[in-house]
Structures are given as C-alpha cells and as structure tokens.
C-alpha cells in the first residue's frame, strides 16, 4: 500500500488514521498462530485483566516478538516499518516493542484513556504505534478511540496500572498530569474512531489521547496486535514514571535507541 499525502497529514493534524488492507492474508495468519501460541504459554511480560462481571477474557502481552518467531518476522519483514518512515518522515525506523490486545467475546472491561509515550523510555516525535485489527473491529467489539489533536498538547498523563502485569505500580512523575475524566464528559473533546476489517489498522501518535470500550459482543473476538516503531528524533530517557519492563540499563539518557532490545528494523 502506498500512503497518500493526506493520510500523512492527517495523522500529523489529528494524531491517528485508519490504513486498509495494509496487512495481508498470509501476515494475518502468521499473527493469528502466534497470538494462540502465547495465550496457551504467556512470556514474562503478560498482563490480564480480570473480568469485572466474571465473563470474558483479557490476554496481553508485550516483547511477544522476543519469544515467537512469527511475531520477530511480522515487526522486521511487514509493510509497516517502512510505512512508519514514510509516515514519520525519517530515514531510519527502530522496533520500540510489540503488544497483545485480546479481548474475547463478553469482556467488558474498558481500556482507559491514556497517553502511551509517558509509559516509555523514549523522548521525541516520531515515534508511533500500529494496532493491526485480526477481528472486525467495531464499537460493539471494542474499536479503539482517539481525542484529535491531543498529541500535540504537549502533556503527559500519568500512567495507571491495567491489569495483572510486571509492574506492581508507576513512579509518580511531578511532571505529569492525572488523565482527566473523559468518559464523563465526552462532548467536552473531539472524540473520534474507525470501525477496522481484519487486515486493516490504526497508526496513532505516541501522545495522542486514546482508549476503547469493551467487547460487549456474544460472539465475536477483538484480536488486536501492536508493533510500536522509532524515528530518527527518537533517544532513550530513565524519566521516572515509565514502565520497568522496557528500560534498558546499557543506556543513558539521549543515547539512540539501537540495541539488542530497541533493533534497527528499518533504513532507508
């Protein structure tokens, strides 16, 4: 898939675009036999939620790509390091990390509003995620919600705990704000969203302002799989507050990222 200019503009303007059909049939299943693969055997980054009705269940993870070969091919060989670049307008892009988002049919919890760079080792710009959908994506399933605009407020929001994960809790951050409460005051920001088809799938800013609801859905899965990329202006930062799974102690601070942990995936 070639990026129009106005796909680039958007994501700059409104902090997030939806891409279709920019992940293949073969890709698709590559993902999809992974993700089966680490649910039945979790890697240490696992986080789950627990259901707050006791239906439903929450699968996460993260650095999956470290510890399946299918997810190690799909962040260095896919289309998306190289639309990263074109995206980011960088001439070299880094693999940041991978995430699982599995919401099966019933699971009500809601993702709540965030912003992802605050939870990073990371400063800079060009940095961004793709949330490629495996599943019809909709509201009833859990599409993912973005507040246009808001990467370019400048402010980090700070983070929160999800579910079961590696992190007890985050170091608060002085110069961080509480998230503020947007779900009950919705009309009071530009809120907006995609419906997704499998293959398609978001590409949103490190600070743009988003969360989803939950899968209320009887029968279909939400199977969302990330791949978080770095550009040029991307340099490492031990800030506190972020999450302690994804620091690196060989680096210090405004060290390039690239590294056994952050590779080079991407160069132009």
Same mark, same amino acid.
């Given at each position: 898939?070639?990026?129009s ?8 303007a409104?902090?997030?675009i ?10 698709r299943q590559?993902?999809?036999?992974a993700?089966e693969?680490?649910?039945?055997n ?14 439903g269940r929450?699968?996460g993870n ?9 997810f ?5 060989e896919s289309?998306?390091p ?5 995206i980011?307008?960088?001439?070299r892009i ?20 965030h912003n ?6 990371? *400063?800079? /710009?060009? &940095?961004? +995620? %793709? ?7 909709? =509201?009833e399933?859990?599409? $993912? ?9 400048g ?7 999800f579910?079961?994960t590696?992190t007890d809790?985050y170091?608060?951050n ?9 779900e009950s005051?919705? *009309?009071? /920001?530009? &809120?907006? +969203? %995609?419906?997704?088809e499998p293959?398609d799938?978001y =590409?949103?800013h490190?600070? $743009? ?9 009887e029968?279909?899965?939400?199977r969302?799989y990330?791949?978080?990329?770095l550009?040029?202006?991307a340099?490492?930062?031990s ?11 060989l680096?210090?601070?405004?060290d390039?990222?690239?590294?056994e942990?952050?590779p080079l995936?991407?160069?132009g």
């Open positions: 898939m070639n990026l200019r106005k796909d680039i503009e958007a994501f700059h409104d902090g997030a939806a891409l279709r059909g920019v992940v293949n049939a073969e890709w590559i993902l999809a036999d993700i693969a680490d649910i039945a979790p890697g240490p980054f696992y986080h789950g939620y627990e259901p707050e009705d006791g239906r929450f699968h993260l650095r999956t790509w470290e510890f399946h070969e299918g190690r091919r799909f962040c260095f289309p998306l190289r639309m990263a670049a074109e980011l307008g960088c001439s880094n693999l940041l990390y991978d995430q699982l988002f599995v919401k099966e049919p019933g699971t009500v919890n809601r993702t709540r509003w992802d760079q605050p939870y990073w080792p990371v *400063d800079g /710009y060009q &940095i961004l +995620s %793709f949330w490629v959908a495996l599943d019809p994506t909709t =509201a399933t859990g599409a $993912v919600e973005f507040v246009r605009g808001s990467h370019r407020w402010r980090f929001f700070q983070p929160e705990v579910g079961r590696v809790d170091e608060r002085p110069d961080y704000e509480t998230v503020p409460d947007i005051a919705r *009309d009071d /920001y530009d &809120i907006f +969203s %995609f419906d997704l293959g799938a =590409a949103f490190a600070l $743009v302002l988003h969360g989803a609801g939950g899968n209320v859905s029968q279909v899965r939400r969302g990330t791949a978080r990329y550009g040029d202006d340099t490492y930062s800030r506190p507050g972020t999450n302690k799974g994804l620091r690196n102690s680096l210090r601070d405004g390039r990222l690239d590294s942990q952050y995936v991407w160069e």
